[in-house]
């Protein structure tokens, strides 16, 4: 990659490895980042480098001649000609986000160098270089993505060793990239912190330039020769001349603050709080909830009132409660312990019973349904009825039955999804995720085949010959040879809450993201939603996917970056009166960062982002509302600190 160019450099290499010009640049970009300084938007602050129209912004290495052997053309910055040379930005960067896409030719090589110093005869004597290469008849070892010399990719030992458990194959070293003469998406970013490479989505590796680890890499690879290799702490972003064809397009960089935060200060928040909605809550003294007279931490994974004024919460550790919907409530009763038959979540983090529904008229057939994963084995997914016999009681466990519904089988402990959420319609609409691991092994985002990674709309008050449910006449695929009928909707990775916005019949769903978006989606009958073609709006992983097919893939409402968040958590439209500021807005959160926004349920767009609330950071699991419209967020803790409402912040 790094050898200076020789004869290699002849025309009629040059001619059998390309297409024309036209062939290469002439399709059309998918989904590119505009620029965006205006400080909103999960866009805001990034710069194009690459206008698609001139070379403005460029300049040879190490040379002031005019720029020969690159053009730009139909949006793309080409290397055309032989004896081209290496490219560099004119301006220089020390902390940023860089992103673009490139297609090499067949056989062909190239690299994006950053930090480059032209104190230094080759660029890639200064800066650190990713390596572009057509991985199939490339003839460098060091393939697409990799740093070269330095880090490539690596499958994290917990998923080497959950796909082996479940005999699936494991190759260490990941290759994501499509084949020549494709286009591959790069993003990088490089702060004092933590830097990382993305290629098509899939993380690559995370580096800390200049640490410990970091150099001692540097000592056992060939720069160790160079003084002044990855010495500089900012410096130029460099395109590499080797001798073939490569196109560049949607090149954009965002500066980043030497800690990795946006630069850009956030618009401020909603004067909206969450307040302790239940400040008095206590299990009743029937049940023993404490350990060395602390209170047990309980999470809360779905809440809904009953027409008499109750909530019944499902929590994780396999238990439903309820108690009275009253600021002043103190009591707090297990009304369901199915903890007999439920995973324990302590083990699985994604486990337990995930998710809860009352049925349309509960209060006159007194069913409720919940999904769980089960505590034997198999590992599966469990989807059921309760029907409590002499209704709920507040005096202890009550009285039920249980009737399985669908039990779907999960290869893995993760991306159970578990959202359950009855429709205008009277259906169950249950969400589920693509089965776990990562990357989406087993491809069940996209296989009609498999329940797994898809929305699934059921009759439950309706049973046939063959099970205890029936399905919906007009879902989408109940005349699709080899897909099954309950599905209503495909193409997540791992849906974590749906809900109907009760003005308009919308389904909403939010989709935890894998390594750079989290997504919010409306979901329509037979809609794919692209993944693991796509994460959030951006092209995923290797397959290539043609522009028809492309096309027929919905994008998401809105989606969000690292910088606010890394697994949302789906909220539901408010429609109250308390907070009008945000009625019609659709509330949603992210669990790790504690952020609460409002989306414009009618008109989510970048030039109208979400507002987001004041909140307290909490990490939030699930969302609630009451008859009184009052909106609600659950998290962990112990029950007086679990429930909060928000609420108008007192000035």
Known sequence: MHSILSSRLCLAVFCYCFLSISAWSADTPQHPLQNNSSGVGWNHGWTSLIDGTTTLGW?????NKPIEGWKAENGTLVRDQPGAGDLITVDQYDHFELEFEYKIASGGNSGVMFHVSQNEKYPWMSGPEIQILDNQHGADPQLA????????????????RAESQANLPSPLIPDATKPAGNWNHVYLRVATNQGELLLNGV????????????????????????????????????????????????????????EGNLTATPPAALPIVGVPAFPQLRFDSKTSESFEGKAVSIRPVAMQETEDGHFLVALQGGRIVAFFNAADTDSLSVVADLRDRIADFRKGNEEGLLGMAMHPHFSANRQLFIYYTAADAPRRSVISRLTFNNGISLKGTGDFDEDILLEIPQPFANHNGGSLAFGPDGFLYIGM??????????????????????????????????????????????????????????GFRNVWQLSFDHATGDLWG?????????????IIRGGNYGWSLKEGTQPFAGDVVSAASADALIDPIWQYDRHHGRSITGGFVYRGDELPEIDGHYLYADYVSGNIWALNACNASMENPPMRI?????????FSSDSQGRAYFLTEGPPERAFYRLAPAKH
């Open 510 to 522: 939010a989709d935890v993201g894998q390594d750079r978006y989290e997504e919010i989606d409306r």
């Open 433 to 490: 995720g693509d089965g776990g691991s990562q990357n989406d092994p087993l491809g069940n985002g996209q296989n009609l085949k498999s329940l797994l990674g898809s929305i699934l709309r059921i009759d439950v008050d309706c049973s046939t010959q063959n099970r205890p449910y029936s399905i919906p006449a007009d879902n989408p695929f109940i005349d699709l040879h080899d897909a099954r009928d309950e599905i209503y909707a495909y």
């Open 59 to 63: 300049k040879p290495y190490r040379n």
């Open 614 to 622: 004041a909140g307290n950071r909490l990490p939030v699991i699930a």
């Open 203 to 258: 993380c690559y590796y995370r580096f800390q330039k200049g640490s410990t680890e970091w150099k001692e890499r540097v000592k056992q690879s060939k720069f160790a020769a160079y003084d002044n290799f990855a010495k500089y702490s900012s410096g130029h972003i460099c395109l590499q001349d080797h001798g073939d064809r490569v196109a560049y397009r949607n090149m954009h960089i965002r500066p980043l603050t030497a």
């Open 145 to 160: 993505g990799w740093l070269y010399g330095l880090y490539q990719p690596t499958k994290p030992p917990w998923v080497a």
